[in-house]
């Protein structure tokens, strides 16, 4: 899979994509991530970036101009298009939640193209004529939307085929399964007076598994009881 971003703090990614499991990935070469930026696609001394927004209002506005000149540029060095697979999506605050199921979607392209929004948001003109779609990570308004970008990376390139080690880790997660996952435990067996639980050492596989089903709905019903507002036949519970 193929893993453009675009940003304007390029500087912020190093760490986390040369790390862990996003490393291993593009060490196997089941990831290649590259990430541009976006002010070497201006034309003026400052590399500006931004502009007073029309109408008036606090804060400056991403201009157009270097973000479609970017993706162009991109699309043209890769010899792809949003006809051969490439989906280009901005992370932003009024974005739809970006959810496991969406990283699941997302996992299964080809090429991915993420830019970054930042400062008051983008010229409107980016979301008519450019991205295919926007994503937000959560409720709340970020700085500019490299974090957002650095999760959404993260999540999908984990469910690639080959990337972890055991592939029904990425099966048994949370919110796979439309739950929360059950509590885990390893050794040692008694610690602080806190006992592993005796089912888990049972070696009974069929209770095992009924106990770690009741478990995902408890802890589920407890700390998400949202998502359990409407359930999906294939696996019980679908997220909004």
């Known amino acids: ?40 696609h201006t034309h003026d001394k400052r590399r500006t970036v931004d502009d007073r927004p029309y109408g008036g209002g606090p804060g400056m506005v991403m201009k157009p101009e270097p973000i479609f000149e970017a993706v162009e540029a991109i699309e043209a060095a890769r010899h792809a298009s949003r006809r051969d697979g490439c989906q280009i999506v901005l992370t932003a605050a009024p974005g739809e939640r970006f959810t496991q199921e969406v990283a699941k979607e997302l996992s299964g392209l080809s090429h991915l193209l993420l830019v970054c929004g930042h400062y008051e948001g983008v010229d409107e003109r980016v979301r008519a004529g450019l991205v295919d779609r926007e994503l937000s990570i959560g409720d709340y308004v970020l700085t500019g939307g490299e974090l957002a970008a650095m999760v959404v990376v993260d999540a999908l390139v984990r469910l690639l085929p080959g990337v972890l080690g055991d592939e029904l880790s990425a099966q048994e997660e949370s919110f ?12 040692p067996e008694l610690f602080r007076g806190m006992e592993v639980p005796e089912v888990l050492r049972s070696g009974n596989h069929e209770q095992i598994a009924a106990w770690r089903k009741l478990q995902a709905l408890a802890r589920t019903t407890k700390q998400r009881p949202d998502l359990l507002r409407t359930r999906n036949p294939e696996h019980g519970v679908r997220h909004e």
């Open 176 to 187: 796979t399964s439309g739950l929360l996952e059950y509590p885990q435990y390893t050794r």
């Open 1 to 40: 899979m193929i893993v453009d971003i675009l940003t304007i703090f390029p500087d912020m990614f190093p760490a986390v994509l040369g790390a862990s499991i996003l490393q291993r990935a593009q060490d196997k070469g089941l990831a290649e991530i590259t990430v541009h930026d976006l002010r070497h």
